[in-house]
């Protein structure tokens, strides 16, 4: 009896592995497991990348947001539009730029920065601190990290960094633990194009007009007090050196004109204005009525001339004008203005 069970079970164990019947089985329960764990290992790692993409997406967004609004605290930071008269000031550059970052060689003075979340009191503040709080303010609560600013002069950039918690499956913890991290980073640089633009045609205008103006040694003798002379009035001794220091006082030249074919008047000296200058050293009131009712017709017609000053010069010092307050008033009303050197 025993000799025949151990028969069948050999006959058993040879067609198991000799047949064909059960092979189909044994196959589907040994693959189907492994792949269903491939399939949801797959599905666990595209859940993974697609959340490391979503949380560098968002780090890079606010990283070019915030450096594209760093000129103008109050523009969007979504189209950066900007209302009329919202500026950060003139100078906030050298007041309110976190400019002794500039020294952090020789200083230890970090970066500004922001964590997140972040809080209501730093959201209120004003500077770099209150852009970078305005620009955390945006993001979602669920991530962490720290929003920076860097002013090295020329290169000034904003740096994100996020941090958020993904969910591991049972099945995987013992290989990532009970929760992961999903970590990335992005920076992206300050760009001010226009004070890049105003800084570039200051300096080179600036440049051109200093370059070659003013020798150093030219400049120095510049800054020497000037020496005090004391001119000697000048003689006037006939009517024509008193034309002559005319001319040179109102930069004039001596012209004629025609008021008819018969009449001429000639003008001692014609200033660049159109005024009409006479000088005299010796007269009598009825010359001076003839030239009056010729400079009066002048002045009429006013194509040729546009004013007229008569000099009045004193043949010496003791001697006083001898011009009448009537003529005087005559020559006011024909519109002939009057100058008398003392």
Do not use: C
């Not at 955390?136 to 962490?144: K, N, V, Y």
């Not at 159109?274 to 009429?300: C, I, P, S």
């Amino acid at each position: 009896m025993r000799f025949i069970h151990k028969r069948l079970f050999v006959i058993t164990i040879r067609r198991f592995f000799v047949g064909h019947s059960g092979q189909f089985t044994m196959e589907a329960s040994l693959t189907l497991p492994i792949i269903l764990i491939v399939t949801l290992l797959l599905i666990f790692l595209s859940l993974f990348a697609y959340q490391q993409a979503s949380v560098h997406y968002t780090a890079a967004l606010t990283a070019d947001r915030t450096a594209y609004i760093w000129d103008n605290s109050r523009k969007d930071p979504v189209t950066g539009s900007v209302g009329l008269g919202q500026t950060d000031g003139l100078y906030w550059r050298l007041t309110n730029d976190h400019v002794m970052n500039l020294f952090s060689f020789l200083l230890p003075i970090t970066p500004a920065s922001v964590q997140l979340p972040v809080s209501g009191q730093a959201a209120g503040q004003n500077g770099p601190i209150g852009k970078l709080s305005r620009a955390a303010g945006s993001l979602p609560g669920q991530l962490r990290g720290e929003i920076d600013y860097t002013n090295h002069g020329f290169l000034r950039y904003v740096r994100v960094v996020l941090e958020k918690k993904f969910h591991v499956p049972s099945f995987a913890r013992k290989w990532w633990g009970k929760e992961a991290d999903v970590e990335t980073s992005s920076q992206s640089y300050v760009i001010d194009p226009i004070e890049t633009i105003r800084l570039t045609d200051l300096t080179r205008t600036f440049i051109g007009e200093i370059q070659g103006r003013i020798k150093p040694k030219d400049a120095l003798k510049t800054m020497v007090d000037p020496k005090t002379s004391v001119k000697e009035p000048v003689k006037i001794t006939s009517e024509i050196e008193a034309a002559e220091h005319l001319r040179g006082l109102v930069g004039g030249i001596s012209k004629k004109f025609n008021l008819t074919p018969e009449t001429v008047r000639v003008v001692d000296a014609l200033d660049s204005s159109g005024v009409a200058h006479q000088a005299y050293y010796t007269f009598n009131e009825k010359n001076l009525r003839e030239q009056m009712a010729k400079d009066a017709e002048l002045l009429k017609q006013g194509t040729q001339i546009k004013g007229v000053v008569w000099h009045f010069f004193k043949v010496s010092k003791n001697d006083k004008m001898k011009l009448t307050q009537g003529l005087k008033r005559e020559l006011e009303q024909k519109g002939i203005v009057v100058v008398l050197h003392e």
